[in-house]
């Protein structure tokens, strides 16, 4: 049996391309394997919709915490209520999360049935970025005066109901007046 001698050569290059010729006595083999690169960005947790979440008692908290720029997922991702880990099987109960992993992985916290008890500061804390942090404020019935819209009638989706009213009727008027005219030539 015949012993080919191989020689190898390996150049690295800037930008993560890494080249591997392999040189025989027929041919000439060469190898390029892109290495993905994330520039100078570091892995970064960020929930969605802060720094203030307001809800109101009895509805659902929904926290999504984001990762990105990680070349690979996290292996753990925590969330903290109060600097405490919360737990998904307390008394309290309607506590979940779903995690989805990939470029971007995304973490949704689920907390059902929200109580005034459930106000306060909560964190997403993945293995590979820092921790982000969001404060949630349950309201019951009231509305916070950052909220307010400065009127004291109609909230803004009653007053767009009436102003699409009156615009239909004003509508109906016009095409009851060209009836008439074209009736009466």
Known sequence: MENKQQDKFVKITRGGQWFNDEVD??????????????????????????????????????????????????????????????????????????TEKGEVTTSYLLIQHAELSDSGKYSCSPSNADVASVRVHVLNGERPAAMQTGSAGLSNSSYNILVLLFLVFLYSIVLENVACSVDSR
Request: hydrophobic letters at 30%; a negative charge; proline letters at 7%.
């Open 25 to 98: 006595q027929d041919d000439i083999y060469q190898l390029m394997v892109q290495d993905r690169q994330y520039g100078h960005q570091v892995p970064t947790a960020s929930i969605l919709g802060g720094p203030d979440l307001h809800v109101d008692k009895g509805s659902t908290i929904n926290l999504t915490c984001t990762i990105k720029y990680s070349p690979k997922p996290p292996a753990f991702i925590f969330w903290y209520h109060h600097d405490e880990v919360i737990s998904y099987d307390s008394n309290r109960g309607g506590v979940s999360v779903i």
